[in-house]
């Protein structure tokens, strides 16, 4: 046989361009995390935080690598899907009704000493049900596949809420609706309809938070991108229709939701991050001791175990929510490069994988959920932490103490490894099929 035949045919068991950004992201976040229980006064608090985590990782090092190795194709087997979404709509309504009050919260479920966190899972399995609804595309009608996948979302949506986790709702409806918009076709549609949405509640809500009836105004962009899109193409017509009615609806619905249903210390945080002068201090606390934390470590940085904000208590949630600004004044502007750097890395592979096997809309779409999972949580933990962006309790992915996180992050990645070994099997077998027929 062809040396490179057998080259080209050799089976890829690791891709170096995902594990090396990723075990050095797991190393920064071990370190980081060790840092913060040296005390001031010198020697170390209490390090079972950190041998929890190093369990969580090993655990889920070990998912991440039977992942890669598992037959995605069998997701798109209704019944296993189906399976999945059960068990984590079990899990989620087991936490409402016995799960430990926790700060106000019922989020967790407690299993032989290990805090579960449902929501976390329930992340996952939008990503995984939404593209295995989409991979049926071929079949059904794209407008079809997906309402099946908004109803059945709704519940993991509601159940989370009831947590309550107003945050977490969100970003679970942000990862759907970014996938939906990506597997959708006509890009150019799909962009007017989300301008005539977006437009449209916001003209409704914003107002309700502002007292500012100023902003009804982004009725008339709506009203422009409606004409717009009913004229340049026969075939838009309802389409826009119904994208404005659906506005309007979700406008109400919006507004109705912030006087109404939103709890008041949600409330707080919006106004706060708006305007966050004619907000009482002890609603922007957390999110000013954070800006100085990273404020603080300007350039290089104060150096390994050397930050004072968590050293003295005055940095709350340290080691999960705001654990980016410990970071950042230990290892300065530089090192928070660093960091958005490797996550920057995991991301683009994610998505460049989700390019390279397009022709398989699972695949494609897994991976384009994984990013964009990451991406969001990754934007929302440090728009947070440096007042951004609304306060949130999102953590940061591998970096923050956390069990479900940590091990449901590894989990995604995995699917991602699976999915780029088996596309660069496919692209070698079809180099040593054409060197073949070269030789031949």
Same mark, same amino acid.
């Given at each position: 046989?062809?040396?490179?035949?057998?080259?080209?045919?050799?089976?890829?068991?690791?891709?170096?361009?995902?594990?090396?950004?990723?075990?050095?992201?797991?190393?920064?976040?071990? =370190?980081?995390?060790?840092?913060?229980?040296?005390?001031?006064?010198?020697?170390?608090?209490?390090?079972?935080?950190?041998?929890?985590?190093?369990?969580?990782?090993?655990?889920?090092?070990?998912?991440?690598?039977?992942?890669?190795?598992?037959?995605?194709?069998?997701?798109?087997?209704?019944?296993?899907?189906? =399976?999945?979404?059960?068990?984590?709509?079990?899990?989620?309504?087991?936490?409402?009704?016995?799960?430990?009050?926790?700060?106000?919260?019922?989020?967790?479920?407690?299993?032989?000493?290990?805090?579960?966190?449902?929501?976390?899972?329930?992340?996952?399995?939008?990503?995984?049900?939404?593209?295995?609804?989409?991979?049926?595309?071929?079949?059904?009608?794209?407008?079809?596949?997906?309402?099946?996948?908004?109803?059945?979302?709704?519940?993991?949506?509601?159940?989370?809420?009831?947590?309550?986790?107003?945050?977490?709702?969100?970003?679970?409806?942000?990862?759907?609706?970014?996938?939906?918009?990506?597997?959708?076709?006509?890009?150019?549609?799909?962009?007017?309809?989300?301008?005539?949405?977006?437009?449209?509640?916001?003209?409704?809500?914003?107002?309700?938070?502002?007292?500012?009836?100023?902003?009804?105004?982004?009725?008339?962009?709506?009203?422009?991108?409606?004409?717009?899109?009913?004229?340049?193409?026969?075939?838009?017509?309802?389409?826009?229709?119904?994208?404005?009615?659906?506005? =309007?609806?979700?406008?109400?619905?919006?507004?109705?939701?912030?006087?109404?249903?939103?709890?008041?210390?949600?409330?707080?945080?919006?106004?706060?991050?708006?305007?966050?002068?004619?907000?009482?201090?002890?609603?922007?606390?957390?999110?000013?001791?954070?800006?100085?934390?990273?404020?603080?470590?300007?350039?290089?940085?104060?150096?390994?175990?050397?930050?004072?904000?968590?050293?003295?208590?005055?940095?709350?949630?340290?080691?999960?929510?705001?654990?980016?600004?410990?970071?950042?004044?230990?290892?300065?502007?530089?090192?928070?490069?660093?960091?958005?750097?490797?996550?920057?890395?995991?991301?683009?592979?994610?998505?460049?994988?989700?390019?390279?096997?397009?022709?398989?809309?699972?695949?494609?779409?897994?991976?384009?959920?994984?990013?964009?999972?990451?991406?969001?949580?990754?934007?929302?933990?440090?728009?947070?932490?440096?007042?951004?962006?609304?306060?949130?309790?999102?953590?940061?992915?591998?970096?923050?103490?956390?069990?479900?996180?940590?091990?449901?992050?590894?989990?995604?990645?995995?699917?991602?490894?699976? =999915?780029?070994?088996?596309?660069?099997?496919?692209?070698?077998?079809?180099?040593?099929?054409?060197?073949?027929?070269?030789?031949?």
């Amino acid at each position: 046989m062809n040396i490179q035949k057998k080259v080209f045919g050799t089976k890829k068991y690791f891709s170096f361009s995902l594990l090396i950004p990723l075990f050095l992201l797991i190393t920064v976040g071990l =370190i980081t995390l060790y840092s913060t229980l040296i005390k001031s006064s010198g020697g170390f608090e209490d390090t079972e935080i950190l041998s929890k985590q190093l369990l969580f990782i090993f655990v889920g090092l070990i998912l991440f690598f039977l992942l890669s190795y598992f037959d995605i194709s069998y997701l798109k087997h209704w019944q296993l899907s189906l =399976i999945i979404y059960l068990v984590t709509v079990g899990l989620l309504v087991a936490t409402l009704f016995f799960g430990p009050l926790i700060k106000g919260v019922k989020r967790w479920l407690v299993i032989g000493g290990f805090q579960l966190q449902p929501s976390e899972l329930a992340k996952l399995v939008v990503i995984i049900l939404t593209s295995a609804i989409f991979s049926l595309r071929k079949k059904y009608s794209e407008w079809f596949l997906l309402i099946a996948s908004l109803l059945l979302l709704i519940p993991l949506v509601l159940l989370t809420y009831l947590q309550p986790s107003g945050s977490m709702m969100l970003l679970m409806l942000g990862i759907w609706f970014v996938l939906i918009f990506m597997g959708l076709n006509e890009p150019l549609r799909n962009g007017v309809i989300i301008s005539i949405i977006l437009c449209t509640v916001g003209a409704f809500l914003i107002p309700s938070i502002t007292s500012n009836n100023l902003w009804f105004l982004l009725i008339i962009p709506a009203i422009v991108f409606s004409i717009f899109g009913f004229y340049v193409k026969r075939n838009w017509k309802v389409i826009i229709l119904i994208s404005l009615i659906l506005g =309007i609806l979700l406008g109400t619905l919006s507004t109705i939701t912030w006087e109404h249903i939103l709890k008041d210390y949600q409330k707080v945080r919006i106004i706060a991050f708006i305007n966050p002068e004619e907000t009482s201090s002890d609603y922007v606390f957390n999110v000013t001791q954070s800006k100085i934390a990273i404020g603080s470590g300007k350039l290089w940085g104060k150096g390994f175990g050397n930050g004072t904000q968590s050293k003295r208590n005055f940095l709350p949630e340290f080691r999960t929510d705001f654990i980016f600004a410990s970071y950042a004044e230990e290892f300065g502007l530089v090192g928070s490069l660093f960091l958005m750097l490797l996550y920057g890395s995991i991301i683009v592979y994610c998505f460049v994988t989700a390019l390279d096997c397009k022709e398989d809309t699972l695949n494609s779409m897994i991976c384009m959920g994984v990013g964009i999972k990451i991406l969001f949580e990754v934007f929302i933990n440090i728009g947070t932490n440096t007042g951004s962006i609304p306060a949130t309790g999102i953590p940061l992915p591998l970096m923050s103490a956390g069990g479900t996180i940590t091990i449901v992050t590894l989990m995604c990645l995995g699917l991602v490894h699976n =999915i780029s070994l088996k596309n660069s099997q496919k692209i070698r077998t079809k180099k040593a099929d054409i060197i073949d027929i070269y030789e031949d």
